[in-house]
């Protein structure tokens, strides 16, 4: 009987060391993972966010070149230069990285106009003053995610003397973007976008454009830059989790000395 009852609580032992493992594993992995993020936004946000590529092989020219022209309320923005819509667009990612400051004063030239001609309406400003003040929440985000993660890091070095096993961080981060997934593939990733803008953006501002009213949404080709823009984020994040584990794990080898 006292050995029956010993394996029993052997096993309850080995079933609550293996939960601790696993929640310390999903933990690292997603504060990793949202590391990541942060290191590839910030990255891709200094190069524009690679505006230039998608320019010209994302068909951002090709919108531009057709609903530039259709716009009700400017003229002249179907013509203008390459040059000039990656200054605008420089302009315009520099401003939300900066709270906002300068958006009003963003002009645009081209052939067509006899002077520069200011690129936003009071509602594409008051709509990117709100994206600015949400990337400015984000940054605290991250930087309380980046606390956290080196928390965790310091506890696996010095405490566990090891770092979640790779299959670990899999099912860890499975636990978390499972069900991220099976929301987009029920719900529709437009739905989800459109849910997501109401839920975030204050009510009463307009965060939805139509091309012929939004230089701003011509410019951007609006989702579809975003979504080259998710997925380059998406690449090199994955880039840099993996640069995360080689550097801890070297890491790891000077505290075992």
């Not at 594993?25 to 230039?52: D, E, P």
């Not at 315009?92 to 309406?121: D, F, K, M, W």
């Not at 011509?218 to 830059?225: E, K, V």
Request: with cysteine.
């Amino acid at each position: 009987m006292k050995k029956k009852a010993k394996k029993k609580v052997n096993r309850k032992q080995l079933l609550l060391e293996q939960t601790k493992r696993l929640a310390l594993a999903a933990s690292y992995s997603l504060l990793t993972l949202l590391l990541a993020i942060s290191i590839a936004w910030v990255v891709l946000a200094k190069q524009n966010f690679l505006f230039g590529l998608w320019h010209d092989h994302g068909g951002i020219a090709e919108g531009i070149n057709t609903y530039g022209p259709e716009n009700r309320y400017k003229t002249g923005f179907g013509e203008t230069s390459r040059a000039e819509r990656l200054r605008l667009f420089a302009a315009i990612n520099t401003a939300v990285h900066r709270g906002g400051a300068g958006l009003e004063q963003i002009t645009y030239q081209s052939p067509a106009l006899a002077e520069p001609q200011r690129l936003l309406r009071e509602p594409e400003v008051v709509h990117l003053q709100d994206v600015a003040n949400l990337i400015d929440k984000l940054v605290i985000l991250a930087m309380m995610a980046l606390v956290l993660w080196l928390g965790v890091c310091a506890y696996q070095m010095l405490v566990c003397q090891s770092i979640p096993k790779a299959s670990q961080q899999l099912i860890g981060l499975g636990i978390w973007l499972l069900p991220v997934f099976v929301g987009l593939a029920i719900i529709g990733p437009v739905s989800v976008f459109n849910t997501l803008h109401e839920w975030v953006f204050p009510d009463g501002h307009q965060w939805f454009f139509y091309y012929q009213d939004s230089l701003m949404s011509t410019l951007m080709l609006a989702p579809r830059l975003f979504g080259w823009i998710a997925a380059a984020i998406g690449i090199l994040a994955l880039a840099v989790y993996a640069l995360l584990q080689l550097l801890l794990s070297l890491l790891l080898r000077l505290v075992r000395r």
